[in-house]
């Protein structure tokens, strides 16, 4: 079975400050890895994913993620931030053609003025 | 395409009493997922179909949980002889495929009182 640990459970940062969000799993075959965002009373949105390829990966927003398999890392980085990326973050693993994704538990960021 | 759609948004209900959510995926995806999120937490497995077939089930559905997606369209999740633990947030998603990432609905906010 798949894990994800989201090692931070809230994150303050300054409005155009950088951010970087961290994300581990645990799994004994290849994972897909995604990054989900939640504004308030919304569904999740898709941010980016890993599949294959490329460790480093662009996604919507201005954000991008790196997979480090030696690590088992998936972390999300922002160059600089908005009011507007204020929500929450979900990273997911699941099996590579799997059928299911696990969720991590979430990291809360709050974008200051 | 609307996307994927939840009905209700939100649910108030007695104890005890039985809800059931609808969810409308994207016309032409032929998985569909159900997921629960509860405060602070990170969305939670609950079962997938592909087209009208229930796939998996995850151990957390007790027996008062059902689902069901006839003629792999809709799908509906009932919930009978509610108790208070399971307040929280019902999300469904859809996808054509692992690689795709999932598309989210808004999700049924359910309250027990």
């Known amino acids: 079975a798949q894990s994800v640990t989201q090692l931070d459970s809230q994150v303050p940062v300054f409005e155009e400050a950088p951010v970087e969000l961290r994300c581990n799993y645990s799994s004994s075959v290849s994972v897909y890895l995604f990054w989900y965002v939640q504004y308030p009373n919304q569904g999740l949105q898709l941010l980016l994913k890993?599949?294959?390829?490329?460790?480093l990966v662009k996604g919507i927003n201005g954000f991008e993620a790196e997979f480090n398999k030696s690590q088992t890392s998936f972390h999300l980085r922002k160059p600089s931030v908005h009011i507007s990326d204020t929500a929450e973050y979900f990273c997911?693993?699941?099996?590579?053609?799997?059928?299911?994704?696990?969720f991590g538990g979430g990291t809360r960021v709050l974008v200051k003025p | 395409d609307t996307g994927v759609s939840q009905d209700p948004r939100h649910k108030i209900t007695k104890r005890g009493q039985n809800v059931t959510f609808r969810c409308d995926p994207i016309?032409?995806?032929?998985?569909l997922y159900w997921y629960r999120q509860t405060l602070g937490q990170g969305p939670e497995f609950l079962t997938y179909f592909q087209n009208e077939a229930q796939l998996e089930k995850s151990r957390l559905l007790s027996d008062r949980f059902s689902a069901e997606r006839p003629k792999g369209s809709f799908s509906t999740l009932e919930i009978q002889r509610t108790e208070q633990g399971d307040s929280a947030m019902y999300l469904c998603?859809?996808?054509?495929?692992?690689?795709?990432?999932?598309?989210f609905g808004s999700g049924t906010r359910l309250t027990v009182v």
């Open positions: 997911a693993v699941s099996k590579a053609a799997g059928n299911k994704l696990t």
């Open positions: 998603a859809s996808s054509v495929d692992t690689d795709s990432g999932y598309t």
């Open positions: 016309s032409e995806h032929n998985r």
């Open positions: 890993y599949l294959s390829g490329s460790t």
